[in-house]
C-alpha cells in the first residue's frame, strides 16, 4: 500500500552536508507524518525528525537542532532531511518512517530501506 523509496546518503567529511530523500507512494490512506530515524552499529534506532503533513509542523531531536532541516515537497510526496556541519556521531543508517492513516483514522507506520550515512573524523 505504501512505498518508501530513499536516497542520498554516502561518505562526507566532518563539517560537510548531505542531503537525504524519501519518496512516499500512497495507495490507500492519506500521508499524516513523515519522520527520519537513524541507527548506529550496536545502538538502537533513534528518532531524529518529524514533519506533519497537514500543518509542516517540524520536530527534531536536540543534538541535530540548528544542524538538520526536514522540509517536503507535497506534489512529490517527498520528504527531505537537509544535513549539514555533520559530525562523525552523525554516522548511522537513516531510515524514512510515513505515518498513513486510513478512513477510520488508524495510523499505520512504514519503513524505507535505510540509506547508510558515513562522517568521517
Known amino acids: 500500500q505504501v512505498q518508501l523509496v530513499e536516497s542520498g546518503g554516502g561518505l562526507v567529511q566532518a563539517g560537510g552536508s548531505l542531503k537525504l530523500s524519501c519518496a512516499a507512494s500512497?495507495?490507500?490512506?492519506?500521508?499524516?507524518?513523515m519522520n527520519w530515524f537513524r541507527q548506529a552499529p550496536g545502538k538502537e534506532r533513534e528518532f531524529v525528525a518529524r514533519?506533519?503533513?497537514?500543518?509542516?509542523?517540524?520536530y527534531y531531536i536536540e543534538s541535530v537542532k540548528g544542524r538538520f532541516t526536514i522540509s517536503r515537497d507535497n506534489a512529490k510526496s517527498t520528504v527531505y532531511l537537509q544535513m549539514n556541519s555533520l559530525k562523525p556521531e552523525d554516522t548511522a543508517v537513516y531510515y524514512c518512517?510515513?505515518?498513513?492513516?486510513?478512513?477510520?483514522?488508524?495510523?499505520?507506520?512504514?519503513w524505507g530501506q535505510g540509506t547508510q550515512v558515513t562522517v568521517s573524523a
Open positions: 518512517n510515513a505515518e498513513v492513516r486510513d478512513a477510520f483514522a488508524v495510523d499505520t507506520r512504514y
Open positions: 500512497v495507495r490507500t490512506g492519506t500521508l499524516y507524518a
Open positions: 514533519l506533519t503533513w497537514n500543518d509542516d509542523n517540524t
